[in-house]
């Protein structure tokens, strides 16, 4: 119950990439109706096919011939190879290998004469993945390698982790569940790291296999419905069935019959709607033993009998001495261009040997007249040398007296630096000086003005009177305020004669 529960959360989830994926496509769509140039209209083209590989292999076809077509008429090289990359993976997932391996093969020759490495790498890893069908899996890890060793040169991240998965699929072909999933662990490092939904559920389906091969089938489930959650049935339809294949044949290990026959028809199923002859033979062979161990053997016999018809139209000898066939042709042509490269370096090496002699011999006649010319000058080069040595001799003696001359400026400097220190001291005390004679001045004029106010004010009063007594008391006060004044003046003369 609770995994019928996830898979209706899953169709919620996919909502998100449909419409991405959709609105790729419909940008795509729109981009052609607008104004560019052809090899513009041509590369448009191409994406489209390689998107429609994904969905449909009638449309990626038709639309990569178009690309095709149009690329010849212009002699467009790079929108060519890569129509012949689409047209591979259209006849690999048809499993017209042979075929396939001529697109694949065409692709990588114009990708080496271009030097395009990203290329290069990209048309390895689908031979590889093609030879990975046809299980010989000596070349498909041959071409692997070299598509992981381009890879590693370049910047292009996730082209990386697909040749990583690439060559963890070949490992679960050979059974080498450890290999298998320490590649296919750092291919999820790097989708997770560029957050990468697609490939990250297509890396957890192969997490799954390599489980599945590991026995540890409660992880394998654990993937499973993990790379659910990002494959979508409509818009990745072979990825979905390599997912119900995989799903089942984990649940057979599990004795989950009902859920086995469940997935296993569902990809059956879906792998004959869209030809894909690798998703129809594995999910044939998966019914038929998934049958047989629960004792149907009609119906064991039946799948059995549908996996056999359906493997001797696709693996058969003549198409693996066809495929033979095609890849020694570009290897001996490969060998061929290598040995013409050859030689075109050997002949560049002869023209500069020649080239170089004739300059080796310039150079000997050049040093010859050299000579010639310095035994003439020599006698020229005596006269100058001691002439060379007088002025010499001149030099260093005004170089002494200059050193002289910059002593002495040297100790002129340092004495005027002394005096303007010591002018500067000089001048910072006096201001400071200046600062508290004019604090005091300013203090001490309010000091003083106190007793001698009180003493004019007296002087003032007593000019109108005439009574004794009354003169008597403002003398009095008189007295007083003086005796302030001059303890004020004496305190003033004791305060500068501190300072």
């Known amino acids: 119950m609770n995994r019928w529960l996830l898979i209706a959360l899953c ?39 390689h998107i429609y590989t994904g969905s449909s292999v009638n449309m990626a076809e038709q639309v990569a011939h178009e690309a095709l077509e149009t690329a010849t008429e212009i002699n467009y090289m790079g929108g060519i190879a890569a129509s012949y990359n689409n047209l591979g993976i259209v006849n690999s997932i048809r499993g017209d290998y042979t075929e396939g391996l001529d697109f694949f093969l065409k692709a990588l020759r114009i990708r080496e004469q271009a030097g395009d490495l990203s290329g290069q790498a990209s048309a390895l890893s689908n031979i590889s993945r093609l030879f990975t069908y046809q299980r010989d899996y000596d070349k498909a890890l041959e071409y692997a390698e070299k598509a992981l060793d381009i890879f590693r040169k370049t910047d292009d991240y996730i082209a990386l ?48 296999n390599a489980y599945e091969i590991l026995g540890d089938y409660a992880k394998a489930v654990d993937y499973a419905f993990q790379a659910m959650k990002l494959i979508d049935e409509k818009t990745d339809p072979y990825t979905a069935i390599e997912l119900y294949n995989s799903l ?37 062979i998966k019914l038929s033993r998934l049958y047989q161990q629960t004792r149907q053997y009609d119906s064991a016999l039946f799948y059995h009998k549908a996996y056999t018809t359906l493997y001797q139209e696709v693996f058969n000898a003549e198409r693996a001495q066809q495929l033979a066939v095609i890849e020694n042709l570009y290897q001996s042509e490969k060998k061929d261009r290598l040995l013409e490269l050859r030689n075109q370096r050997i002949e560049f090496q002869a023209t500069i040997i020649v080239v170089g002699g004739i300059l080796l011999m310039m150079v000997i006649v050049s040093v010859f007249v050299l000579y010639l010319y310095y035994q003439n000058k020599k006698q020229h080069n005596l006269k100058l040398s001691k002439l060379n040595q007088e002025i010499y001799e001149k030099h260093e003696e005004i170089l002494a007296q200059a050193e002289e001359l910059t002593q002495a400026n040297e100790e002129i400097g340092r004495i005027n ?67 302030d004044l001059d303890t004020v003046i004496r305190n003033i003369n004791k305060e500068l004669h501190n300072e």
């Open 248 to 284: 089942g044949s984990v649940y057979v290990h599990q004795n989950k019959f009902k859920e086995a026959t469940i997935y296993l028809h569902k990809a059956a199923t879906l792998a004959d709607r869209e030809e894909d002859h690798n998703g129809r033979l594995n999910a044939r």
């Open 161 to 208: 982790g697909k040749a990583y998965v690439a060559g963890g699929r070949i490992y679960i072909s050979l059974l080498d569940g450890d290999r298998a999933l320490a590649m296919f662990e750092l291919a999820l490092e790097i989708f997770e790291k560029h957050e990468n939904k697609a490939e990250q559920g297509w890396t957890m389906l192969q997490i799954t």
């Open 11 to 49: 169709s919620i989830l996919f909502k998100v990439d449909v419409k991405a994926q959709v609105n790729e496509l419909e940008s795509l769509q729109n981009a052609l109706k607008g104004e560019h140039t052809r090899e513009e209209h041509i590369d448009i083209l191409n994406k489209l096919s």
């Open 417 to 483: 630096e002394s005096l303007e220190a010591e002018v500067r001291l000089r001048t910072e005390k006096i201001e400071v000086q200046n600062q508290k004679l004019i604090a005091y001045a300013y203090s001490n004029a309010h000091r003083v003005r106190g007793p001698l106010a009180r003493i004019m004010g007296l002087a003032k009063l007593m000019q109108n009177e005439t009574s004794p007594e009354q003169l008597k008391e403002y003398n009095d006060h008189l007295y007083d305020s003086a005796v």
